[in-house]
């Protein structure tokens, strides 16, 4: 295609936005599995499992979702806070690709230290979140988070952006928290952050539809590309720039653009 001006661009992609953020967009992604929920805890834990496992065939993701959370009563935050030994065992079978029940038993452990310690998640993410970034509270997240004895296998399940990851799944957790729930799409249930503090959930399908477009020079989709990508995005719109996210996973997904 032609190169566009900034202004076609932004204009393009506004539009792509707004297509594909509305709520039709739930019924064939992750983000469904914290709409179940009302309650701030389930919804956070609930989103923070899905997201975990949220790599590879989607129906597949779903599937294992949709099971996660019956395994856990449907009550994921009753589940953490007074979970039992015998409890940890029933989730035994558990696997979505190289996530298993020894991973899920950890999560489950330190979901409950860390609740206990700080409230809820978004504390812990009010307490490191930079005016202009997430990515150093999510560096601090994965430390506390694995701050307890846990097997080494399951430290792979959460990226760290200080050691060159796009985190690309925890990116996306952190826009259905936080971004507005008005278009219906995601869930802005923490209101102590900004929009404009969100990082692209950068993957490969993003990634090649930014370089198509010119908003991505970088080969490697990691936290450098992820800079990159943020800083052409907040050119488009400062105070929403992962908005684009809905614009550059639909042309990629769905429009094999």
Known sequence: MKKLTKSELKEFLDEKAAFYEQPKFIETDPIQIPHLFTKKEDIEISGFLTATISWGNRKSILTNAHKLMALLGNSPYDFVMNHTEDNLQNLKGFVHRTFNSIDLSYFIVALKHL??????????YSQFGHEESLQNAIHHFKKEFFGFPHPKRTEKHISDPLKNSAAKRINMFLRWMVRDPKPGVDLGIWTSLSPAQLSCPLDVHSGNVARRLGLL???QNDAKAL????????QLDASDPVKYDYALFGLGVFEKF
Do not use: A, I, V
Not at 117 to 123: A, K, Q, R
Not at 227 to 234: F, G, I, Q, V
């Open 227 to 234: 800079l990159e990508l943020d800083t052409k995005l907040r």
């Open 217 to 219: 020079k970088r080969k």
């Open 115 to 124: 609740y206990s310690l700080h409230g809820d998640m978004e504390n812990f």
